[in-house]
């Protein structure tokens, strides 16, 4: 067996750069193992050799457009079988930049990308679908278990192994299901699991809940007479026909449609399209579930000072948290671009 | 209250000129049959059919599906309130024909949503170790509906999974042909000679056992002939079921058959006093579109629990939507007072990034997982297909390859724990 050409990715403090203040430093390359190459090196063994580290600077790897698109170049030349990033353990930036190079390494350069984070990271929480991410410890003092398991899951991934659970190979959980008929039935694995929680014993879910982000709520609009409002709904409001093709559940966009001239969402010209719920009531009037006609008569009265000319629409029917997370963020974005004080959000 | 549930094994089914036992063989009079459906005005129609394991078969348009039984001794009888009168059921013997079960079909009643209701059993192919009944020998009952009960103007439907009040009132009527037919094949076991006896009894056991409750939400269950929202919750005890005071289907949630055979209230059973103490099963459960409704609902589960001084409890839940509220606060509701929960749960989950829950809370630590009911199967296509022509969600030609998801697959995802299927997450 041949040996493997592995590069490392690193930010600019693990390869020796410098920290924060070179947090700008533009995608470089390094001959070999740098900082945690050396462990990680020694983890591999003889099957694997690291032969180029690849390093980006913080900032410059999460706000210079293009700065993945260098990375992968610099990757891309060393004619890797495997790409290994990090560790990041909880780091922001570097967390972020781990995940989106791997992804886009696989993806685009059709290798085997690992990285290794701490679960509760805001990275591993965006990338842990796409990624095959080592469960790490929030710092670098978890460096040496994290590198050895960030080598194993590589090595066993690009041998296409099946890999355990993610609480036996130490990865973070990445949402694939494997679907089996199991040796005992469901009472009597109910009732064994129940005994050992009842006794104090241990014991282990077949299946976690997920952990909700508390999103705190944004302080009251102090002057609501200067405010531009806008509304958004979940609630599948779309133009009659459903042009762009939302889907009645499991969302996979949102839309924005212009609102603009219009006082009233009217039967004929918009339709909701929700899976969800029996949506005849709203369909004999839309503003039911958009309600534009009450906004635009407290705009007139000055309860706001205007509507915000784009209703943001999408179904929130079955949607998946993270995809709805994502949603969320992209409309703040551009509701901040227009300045937008406040929404109006209504849900089936 | 002491019930001994004995079991006659049957082997075959064959249509025949009298309905009988045979040896091993289950004689079925079809005409009879017919004949004391079609006493309910309900019905234009009614189709007979043998569907067995291993068959090339598909059923489609499953409804609820029962399992033959008859009361030789002890008050009442079986399927109180459909077929006998609604006493307290649950002691003195009643015999099962195991391995044979009544299962109801039929295209949807004008009037009746359709896309909660898709239910398919495949005898033989790979989708045939989904449904736990493509292992009994069964007489599918096809009914066509007697259309003077529908008027020609639209009723409002009454809620959303039950359609309008016509709809509602026929498919009633279907189930209670479905138990009466199942209880006509029950009576053939009373002259025979039982294979094994099951004896369900929660006498006074050690108090140092683990004081344990089944907490099972039911959407709107019939109880002793009677349709039973449960927002104050109620406790009966497992013979009763034994014995089918609960009846009821909703799609790959509950049947009347593992309520006849519920496999958690049996291993409870089963376990009492040598590792737990049961102390029965609580049904809990209503349509709850509001916050005041979820906490009227979750509240009561947990406080009848606490009234019964349990220790430990395990939820059979509903994952889906407003029930899914109700079955995390219940559970958090037992947690804080000390109640130990597990729960037994499937996985609606739909791509990696969905985590297959509607709502979670985090006191819902040890779950039982009954398999994923969004994972689409395709199932190629069988020789003969009983029960309709056409799948409705999404339309497609019954007798063709389907794609279908699990959970149209008929109790492939329940939780009253007689089934295997689970998901392991990676």
Same mark, same amino acid.
């Given at each position: 067996?041949?040996?493997?050409?592995?590069?490392?990715?690193?930010?600019?403090?693990?390869?020796?750069?410098?920290?924060?203040?070179?947090?700008?430093?533009?995608?470089?390359? *390094?001959?070999?193992?740098?900082?945690?190459?050396?462990?990680?090196?020694?983890?591999?063994?003889?099957?694997?050799?690291?032969?180029?580290?690849?390093?980006?600077?913080?900032?410059?790897?999460?706000?210079?457009?293009?700065?993945?698109? $260098?990375?992968?170049?610099?990757?891309?030349?060393?004619?890797?079988?495997?790409?290994?990033?990090?560790?990041?353990?909880?780091?922001?930036?570097?967390?972020?930049?781990?995940?989106?190079?791997?992804?886009?390494?696989?993806?685009?350069?059709?290798?085997?990308?690992?990285?290794?984070?701490?679960? $509760?990271?805001?990275?591993?929480?965006?990338?842990?679908?796409?990624?095959?991410?080592?469960?790490? *410890?929030?710092?670098?003092?978890?460096?040496?278990?994290?590198? *050895?398991?960030?080598?194993?899951?590589?090595?066993?991934?690009?041998?296409?192994?099946?890999?355990?659970?993610?609480?036996?190979?130490?990865?973070?959980?990445?949402?694939?299901?494997?679907?089996?008929?199991?040796?005992?039935?469901?009472?009597?694995?109910?009732?064994?699991?129940?005994?050992?929680?009842?006794?104090?014993?241990?014991?282990?879910?077949?299946?976690?809940?997920?952990?909700?982000?508390?999103?705190?709520?944004?302080?009251?609009?102090?002057?609501?007479?200067?405010?531009?409002?806008?509304?958004?709904?979940?609630?599948?409001?779309?133009?009659?026909?459903?042009?762009?093709?939302?889907?009645?559940?499991?969302?996979?966009?949102?839309?924005?449609?212009?609102?603009?001239?219009?006082?009233?969402?009217?039967?004929?010209?918009?339709?909701?399209?929700?899976?969800?719920?029996?949506?005849?009531?709203?369909?004999?009037?839309?503003?039911?579930?958009?309600?534009?006609?009450?906004?635009?008569?407290?705009?007139?009265?000055?309860?706001?000072?205007?509507?915000?000319?784009?209703?943001?629409?999408?179904?929130?029917?079955?949607?998946?948290?993270?995809?709805?997370?994502?949603?969320?963020?992209?409309?703040?974005?551009?509701?901040?671009?227009?300045?937008?004080?406040?929404?109006?959000?209504?849900?089936? | 209250?002491?019930? $001994?549930?004995?079991?006659?094994?049957?082997?075959?089914?064959?249509?025949?000129?009298?309905?009988?036992?045979?040896?091993?063989?289950?004689?079925?009079?079809?005409?009879?049959?017919?004949?004391?459906?079609?006493?309910?005005?309900?019905?234009?129609?009614?189709?007979?059919?043998? &569907?067995?394991?291993? $068959?090339?078969?598909?059923?489609?348009?499953?409804?609820?599906?029962?399992?033959?039984?008859?009361?030789?001794?002890?008050?009442?009888?079986?399927?109180?309130?459909?077929?006998?009168?609604?006493?307290?059921?649950?002691?003195?013997?009643?015999?099962?024909?195991?391995?044979?079960?009544?299962?109801?079909?039929?295209?949807? &009643?004008?009037?009746?949503?359709?896309?909660?209701?898709?239910?398919?059993?495949?005898?033989?192919?790979?989708?045939?170790?989904?449904?736990?009944?493509?292992?009994?020998?069964?007489?599918?009952?096809?009914?066509?509906?007697?259309?003077?009960?529908?008027?020609?103007?639209?009723?409002?439907?009454?809620?959303?999974?039950?359609?309008?009040?016509?709809?509602?009132?026929?498919?009633?009527?279907?189930?209670?042909?479905?138990?009466?037919?199942?209880?006509?094949?029950?009576?053939?076991?009373?002259?025979?000679?039982?294979?094994?006896?099951?004896?369900?009894?929660?006498?006074?056991?050690?108090?140092?056992?683990?004081?344990?409750?089944?907490?099972?939400?039911?959407?709107?269950?019939?109880?002793?002939?009677?349709?039973?929202?449960?927002?104050?919750?109620?406790?009966?005890?497992?013979?009763?079921?034994?014995?089918?005071?609960?009846?009821?289907?909703?799609?790959?949630?509950?049947?009347?058959?593992?309520?006849?055979?519920?496999?958690?209230?049996?291993?409870?059973?089963?376990?009492?006093?040598?590792?737990?103490?049961?102390?029965?099963?609580?049904?809990?459960?209503?349509?709850?579109?509001?916050?005041?409704?979820?906490?009227?609902?979750?509240?009561?589960?947990? *406080?009848?629990?606490?009234?019964?001084?349990?220790?430990?409890?395990?939820?059979?839940?509903?994952?889906?939507?407003?029930?899914?509220?109700?079955?995390?606060?219940?559970?958090?509701?037992?947690?804080?007072?000390?109640?130990?929960?597990?729960?037994?749960?499937?996985?609606?989950?739909?791509?990696?990034?969905?985590?297959?829950?509607?709502?979670?809370?985090?006191?819902?630590?040890?779950?039982?997982?009954?398999?994923?009911?969004?994972?689409?199967?395709?199932?190629?296509?069988?020789?003969?297909?009983?029960?309709?022509?056409?799948?409705?969600?999404?339309?497609?030609?019954?007798?063709?390859?389907?794609?279908?998801?699990?959970?149209?697959?008929?109790? &492939?995802?329940?939780?009253?724990?007689?089934?295997?299927?689970?998901?392991?997450?990676?």
């Amino acid at each position: 067996m041949s040996t493997l050409r592995v590069v490392h990715y690193l930010n600019q403090f693990f390869a020796g750069v410098g920290s924060e203040e070179q947090a700008d430093t533009p995608p470089g390359r *390094r001959d070999g193992p740098v900082g945690p190459g050396l462990p990680l090196q020694a983890a591999l063994g003889d099957r694997a050799q690291i032969v180029a580290t690849v390093y980006c600077g913080d900032n410059y790897a999460v706000e210079h457009e293009g700065a993945v698109d $260098e990375i992968l170049a610099l990757i891309a030349r060393e004619h890797p079988d495997l790409l290994i990033a990090g560790p990041a353990f909880a780091a922001g930036r570097y967390g972020l930049a781990c995940g989106e190079v791997c992804a886009r390494a696989e993806a685009e350069l059709g290798i085997t990308a690992v990285s290794g984070m701490h679960p $509760e990271s805001t990275a591993a929480d965006l990338y842990r679908t796409r990624v095959l991410l080592a469960s790490t *410890r929030d710092t670098a003092l978890g460096m040496a278990d994290a590198v *050895r398991a960030m080598a194993r899951l590589a090595l066993a991934r690009h041998a296409g192994e099946t890999l355990g659970t993610p609480a036996d190979e130490g990865y973070i959980p990445t949402g694939e299901r494997v679907y089996f008929f199991h040796e005992q039935t469901a009472a009597e694995r109910a009732v064994a699991m129940l005994l050992a929680k009842t006794r104090g014993e241990p014991y282990a879910t077949e299946w976690a809940v997920p952990q909700y982000h508390r999103v705190e709520p944004a302080p009251p609009i102090r002057d609501l007479a200067s405010a531009r409002v806008a509304l958004i709904t979940t609630g599948g409001v779309v133009p009659t026909g459903n042009p762009d093709r939302l889907e009645a559940a499991y969302a996979t966009k949102w839309l924005r449609y212009p609102i603009g001239g219009l006082d009233d969402l009217v039967p004929e010209r918009w339709t909701s399209i929700h899976g969800g719920f029996n949506t005849t009531n709203i369909n004999e009037d839309p503003d039911r579930m958009a309600p534009l006609d009450a906004l635009r008569a407290l705009e007139r009265e000055g309860v706001f000072r205007e509507l915000h000319e784009l209703m943001f629409t999408t179904t929130g029917n079955t949607a998946a948290i993270p995809t709805m997370r994502r949603f969320g963020q992209e409309m703040v974005r551009e509701l901040r671009a227009a300045e937008v004080d406040g929404v109006i959000l209504t849900s089936a | 209250m002491r019930l $001994e549930v004995a079991s006659v094994g049957v082997d075959g089914m064959e249509l025949d000129g009298r309905t009988a036992l045979d040896g091993r063989t289950l004689l079925v009079d079809r005409d009879q049959v017919r004949r004391l459906v079609l006493e309910d005005p309900h019905f234009a129609d009614v189709e007979v059919h043998v &569907a067995r394991p291993g $068959e090339s078969v598909r059923i489609i348009h499953a409804l609820d599906v029962s399992e033959p039984r008859w009361k030789v001794d002890g008050p009442g009888g079986v399927f109180p309130g459909f077929v006998s009168d609604p006493v307290s059921v649950g002691e003195g013997q009643t015999r099962r024909l195991a391995g044979v079960a009544v299962v109801t079909a039929g295209e949807p &009643a004008p009037g009746e949503p359709t896309h909660f209701r898709e239910q398919v059993i495949d005898m033989a192919g790979p989708g045939a170790p989904y449904s736990p009944f493509s292992q009994t020998l069964n007489l599918v009952l096809q009914f066509r509906p007697n259309l003077a009960f529908f008027p020609a103007e639209s009723s409002a439907p009454a809620d959303v999974l039950g359609g309008t009040p016509e709809a509602a009132e026929y498919n009633r009527a279907v189930t209670a042909a479905g138990l009466k037919v199942a209880a006509l094949l029950g009576r053939t076991a009373a002259e025979a000679t039982p294979d094994e006896v099951e004896v369900s009894e929660l006498s006074p056991c050690d108090p140092a056992l683990p004081r344990v409750v089944c907490i099972y939400q039911c959407q709107r269950p019939f109880l002793y002939g009677t349709l039973a929202a449960l927002p104050t919750a109620i406790l009966v005890h497992p013979n009763e079921c034994y014995d089918g005071a609960l009846v009821g289907w909703r799609q790959s949630q509950r049947s009347t058959y593992w309520d006849q055979n519920h496999s958690v209230l049996r291993e409870l059973g089963r376990r009492h006093g040598t590792d737990v103490n049961f102390l029965g099963c609580i049904l809990f459960g209503d349509i709850t579109p509001y916050r005041a409704d979820k906490e009227r609902v979750s509240s009561a589960a947990a *406080r009848l629990a606490r009234l019964l001084g349990a220790q430990a409890a395990i939820f059979l839940g509903v994952n889906g939507s407003n029930y899914a509220v109700d079955t995390m606060l219940a559970i958090q509701k037992c947690e804080q007072h000390g109640i130990r929960t597990t729960l037994l749960y499937p996985d609606v989950g739909n791509g990696r990034d969905d985590p297959g829950f509607i709502f979670a809370l985090p006191e819902a630590d040890a779950i039982v997982c009954t398999g994923s009911r969004d994972r689409q199967l395709t199932l190629p296509p069988l020789e003969r297909v009983i029960g309709g022509d056409t799948l409705l969600h999404p339309t497609q030609d019954a007798h063709a390859e389907v794609t279908i998801p699990v959970r149209y697959l008929h109790s &492939a995802c329940g939780v009253q724990g007689f089934g295997r299927l689970t998901t392991r997450f990676h």
